[in-house]
């Protein structure tokens, strides 16, 4: 990465040269792609007015407030993979600010993109807790963004739960990043720490079992799917992208755990190349983000294992490619 980071800012100051700009200009942040995070954390003070006041920027101490602490680390460990595993300045390639408000509304119990920050309520602290506690749930909100200028898939339908994957997958990668773990180890479970006491269940969401993170008379069973039989035709949900997500995300554990080892690194190549390499129509299928996995495989890693697992992977889950 450091390598296409350097080209492009010998590029720009050989730019800076002829225009006669002096060369510390070159250098402002955000002027072009970043080796670090640029981190601005906001307090809603529990109003839903954003972006609210500002608490902290990047390079700032930690103060008082922990969840004003976890976002901004999670924020941090989010870029870092996304620079250190796969070459990418932040959401936009090129060093775009990250900005979170949080404390937003009163017991709010979500977190979202907006189109243009993270946004993270407290929670209602019976059923669900403050959502800054899952690492995984930070990172599944910034992958919207990344996908908002890469694939840019529709947030309805197939398209949609596609889009609500890739979030949980990055999500699911980067906790397992921040614990070194291999995905043997990982727990696969999206929201883990954020299921309050009055609930029956072990996370929002798992990829390693769909269907089976919480069983709960206040939330209901689980509705995710993890193979094509269990499809759910719905319009909730803006069309089921938070249920039928399932087969996707159960698609990435299936390739994930049969590669081994990190899942960030070969697996999670292969994703990441797919959801940012150009070949996505906003409005891709399964079938479409399969076939489009299989051409990233072989173009990464040629004709072998990683090609041949996520191929089993689609197959078991019954995507057709
Ligand atoms: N937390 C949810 C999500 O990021 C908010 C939403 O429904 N868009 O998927
Ligand atoms: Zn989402």
Known sequence: HTLE?????????????????????????GSGPTEHP?????????????PGAKVRDEGQDPGQD????RVYAGLGSTFE???SGYGRSSLDGEGLPLVASVHYGRGYANAFWNGQ?????????????DFSQSVDVIAHELTHGLTQYTANLTYFGQPGALNESVSDVIGSLVKQYVLDQTADRADWL????????RVNGAALRSLKAPGTAYDDEILGKDPQPATMDGYVR???????????????NHAFYLAATELGGKAWERAGQIWFDTLTGGALHEDATFRDFAGATLDAARERYGDGEELQAVTKAWATVKVPT
Do not use: W, Y
């Open 190 to 197: 999206l929201g883990a720490e954020i299921l309050g006491p």
């Open 38 to 50: 640029t981190r601005t954390l906001h307090d809603c003070g529990n109003s839903t007015r954003l």
């Open 234 to 248: 719905t319009g909730r949900d803006n069309g089921g992208v938070h249920i039928n997500s399932g087969i996707p």
């Open 66 to 69: 922990a969840t004003v602490n």
């Open 5 to 29: 980071t350097d080209a492009k800012q010998r590029t720009r100051r050989q730019l800076n040269i002829a225009l006669g700009v002096p060369d510390e200009v070159g250098i402002i942040r």
């Open 81 to 83: 993979l996304l620079l």
């Open 117 to 129: 920050q993270m946004v993270f309520g407290d929670g209602d602290g019976e059923v669900f807790l």
